[in-house]
C-alpha cells in the first residue's frame, strides 16, 4: 500500500503560480503511475496530469502548456508546477498513485490540497 501526503497549495491571482508536491511512501511507489487529478464543487474528480516511473507524461487539453508535472524517483516524489492560474483552475487537487495498467480508483489517494485562483 503506498501512502501519499501533498502540500502546496493556497491561494493565487489569476495569472500567477504554484507548485504542489506529492510524498509517496511505500517500496513499490516508484513503479507506479503516479498523477494529479482535480475536483470543484459539484463536479466529479477529473485527470490534470500524469507520469510513468519512465517519465512519459499526459495532460489535459485545459492544462497544456501551463501546467507540469515531474517526478523525482529517488526520494519517491511528484510535483505538479502551475502556472498563468486561472479562477477555473480552483478546485481540491489529489495526488494517485496507481500500478501500470491500472484505474486510478485501484491505487491510492492523497488527502487533497485546496488551489483557489481568486483575485
Known amino acids: 500500500q503506498v501512502q501519499l501526503v501533498e502540500s502546496g497549495g493556497g491561494l493565487v491571482q489569476p495569472g500567477g503560480s504554484l507548485r504542489l508536491s506529492c510524498v509517496a511512501s511505500?517500496?513499490?511507489?516508484?513503479?507506479?503511475?503516479m498523477g494529479w487529478y482535480r475536483q470543484a464543487p459539484g463536479k466529479q474528480r477529473d485527470l490534470v496530469a500524469d507520469?510513468?516511473?519512465?517519465?512519459?507524461?499526459n495532460y489535459a487539453d485545459s492544462v497544456k502548456g501551463r501546467f507540469a508535472i515531474s517526478r523525482d524517483n529517488a526520494k519517491n516524489i511528484i510535483y505538479l508546477a502551475m502556472n498563468s492560474l486561472k479562477p477555473e483552475d480552483t478546485a481540491v487537487y489529489f495526488c494517485?498513485?496507481?500500478?501500470?495498467?491500472?484505474?486510478?480508483?485501484?491505487?491510492?489517494w492523497g488527502q487533497g490540497t485546496q488551489v483557489t485562483v481568486s483575485s
Open positions: 511505500g517500496s513499490m511507489a516508484r513503479i507506479y503511475v
Open positions: 507520469i510513468t516511473s519512465a517519465g512519459i507524461t
Open positions: 494517485n498513485a496507481a500500478p501500470p495498467g491500472f484505474r486510478p480508483d485501484f491505487g491510492s
